[in-house]
């Protein structure tokens, strides 16, 4: 069993990675550090210039900002300015009103929203916000780099106020428990149930935006769809309820819901494939609230262990690593072992690995939908004893190591992917 002081960093590692954001939470960075720079200022900036890295500018180009209709960078930075409070953290947006999204378009009709992309950014995860008075006399500066709500520096009028050195995208935190998929597992079926029933949060927190989305119209309504139309090819399963619950909670966030998700290791759309169809499985198999709480541990734990060596920002999609931590825990769901997760996990790596990730934008949905429906297909191979085996592809004998060649191909090897996504993106 994980020792106690051991389960305490791993507690305080899934409190610090699991936690509620409104909207997709790189504009949500955006519009934070514009709040931060604003309250060094003191007053309503009359001018905003913000540089950002190529992960961050692709990440937030074309995705609905909640409670706003509107979508992309520059009404997130005119309501962090307006409305938001730093203290909210990735909920920086939580006060926005129709009052607030008038003002804030007019704010942007006025020509007083600068947008850089900054291509010597010290991470692939960086803002840097400058703020400017009326008279141009005062001037404040924030920057956030390598998570969305750390911030690295802070000035006003030139004055220091915080500084420290922007670490890069090192995959692993150094301040973070180092961890492998043994421990995942010890800890997710070990860890008494009382320590770790906070995550049921996230359950509550999807569905609701799940069930927001599949009432109303968001995005391109994937998940309504598949519930109101997709009975006739896919039938009344449990496959049919994983995806349309899943894709439906990325319809409301990329479709500007003002609705709070759990975000997982920095991303909401990560956060909501990491969850709903752990919860939806575990609904269908009348699984107990300790199952169910122990394989939505499995799962977003699962999901941070692999970004640990991915970094928060990569061109491999997130929901590459959140299905695979889904497809862990539906095999736990399924009464499987260590043994049959380390196969689920070796079978998701051989099919997603090299999905892009070209921005944040209603479009997740689909590619989500293709991480459940993978997490599915991999963990019922697993429960029948089949394993992708180390001949095929980059998949080794040990699971870990198998789990690093997927970050490192979406760390390193993808990289030039990366830059051509962007370059695309920005000249349509």
Do not use: W
Not at 115 to 144: F, M, Q
Not at 239 to 245: F, R, T
Request: charged content about 20%; overall charge negative; glycine content about 10%.
């Amino acid at each position: 069993m994980v020792s106690e002081s051991k389960r305490e960093k791993i507690i305080a590692l899934i409190n610090r990675e699991v936690v509620p954001a409104i909207g997709c939470t790189e504009p949500v960075a955006v519009a934070l550090c514009v709040a931060k720079a604003t309250e060094l200022l003191g007053v309503l900036p009359a001018r905003i210039e913000v540089a950002l890295s190529g992960n961050m500018l692709k990440n937030a180009m074309g995705v609905g900002i909640p409670g706003t209709g509107m979508i992309g960078l520059p009404i997130a930075m005119a309501l962090g300015a307006l409305v938001g409070k730093s203290s909210y953290g990735l909920e920086v947006l939580k006060d926005v009103t129709p009052e607030a999204v008038e003002l804030g378009s007019r704010y942007i009709s006025e020509g007083r929203i600068v947008i850089s992309h900054d291509e010597k950014a010290p991470s692939k995860l960086h803002v840097d916000v400058t703020v400017t008075d009326d008279d141009g006399g005062n001037t404040a500066r924030a920057v956030i780099s390598c998570e969305h709500t750390h911030f690295i520096l802070l000035q006003k009028n030139g004055e220091t106020i915080l500084s420290e050195e922007a670490t890069g995208d090192a995959a692993e935190n150094s301040d973070d428990i180092a961890l492998d998929l043994a421990t995942v597992y010890e800890f997710a079926t070990e860890t008494p149930v009382d320590e770790i029933s906070f995550i049921l949060e996230a359950k509550r927190l999807n569905m609701a935006a799940a069930e927001t989305a599949l009432s109303g119209d968001y995005g391109h309504s994937l998940g309504a769809t598949i519930r109101n139309c997709g009975l006739k090819y896919y039938g009344d399963t449990p496959v049919e309820h994983m995806i349309s619950y899943t894709s439906a909670a990325c319809d409301a966030r990329m479709g500007g819901a003002p609705v709070a998700v759990m975000s997982n290791s920095g991303s909401g759309n990560q956060g909501i494939t990491a969850t709903m169809p752990v919860v939806s499985f575990a609904a269908d198999m009348e699984a107990g609230e300790e199952q169910t709480i122990r394989a939505l541990i499995l799962s977003h734990l699962t999901s941070i262990y692999i970004k640990q060596s991915l970094g928060r920002l990569s061109a491999l999609c997130g929901c590459v690593v959140a299905s695979t931590g889904a497809s862990a825990a539906i095999v736990y769901l399924m009464g499987g072992g260590f043994s049959e997760v380390c196969s689920a996990v070796k079978n998701m790596v051989a099919n997603l690995t090299g999905m892009i990730c070209d921005g944040a934008k209603p479009s997740c949905a689909l590619k989500i939908s293709s991480g459940v429906s993978t997490a599915m297909m991999s963990a019922m191979l697993a429960m029948n004893g089949k394993c992708v085996s180390s001949a095929e592809g980059i998949i080794s004998e040990d699971v870990d190591a198998t789990i690093h060649n997927l970050t490192s191909i979406g760390r390193e090897a993808m990289n030039e992917t990366d830059r051509l996504v962007l370059q695309i993106m920005t000249s349509k």
